[in-house]
């Protein structure tokens, strides 16, 4: 958005302050985060002449909450980790169980009098 479009609106709604729809719809036109910027200042300029302000007070509230929805948008997203299948999971499970009793197995067979034992 042009700055020029922000200083309509901007204009707009210094004309009408209470109307909550004005805020509303200069909030949807600023489409990054370079605008919001530019209306967070505006916002930050009516909030230290007017502290006392109810839409003063609420109005930065809500352009701070659309910049960081926008930001976490545009966060790039990972892929979920591939899972194994079913199948893949149960069969390395009995391959690591297999191996677990055959580990037991041959120490019990070494520790047994005549399979050549502990001495």
């Excluded at 297999?98 to 070494?110: K, M, N």
């Amino acid at each position: 958005m042009a700055l020029r479009d922000i200083e309509a609106l901007w204009a707009d709604v210094m004309e009408h302050w209470g109307e909550e729809e004005l805020h509303l719809r200069l909030l949807a036109s600023a489409p990054d985060l370079e605008d919001l910027a530019e209306v967070g200042r505006r916002c930050r300029g009516v909030l230290a002449s007017s502290p006392d302000d109810a839409t003063a007070l609420a109005f930065p509230d809500e352009v701070v909450k659309q910049a960081s929805a926008l930001a976490l948008s545009a966060l790039p997203r990972s892929a979920p980790p591939r899972e194994l299948p079913p199948g893949v999971r149960r069969a390395a499970l009995a391959l690591v169980a297999a191996v677990g009793a055959g580990a037991v197995l041959w120490i019990l067979l070494r520790m047994a009098p005549g399979f050549g034992g502990w001495r």
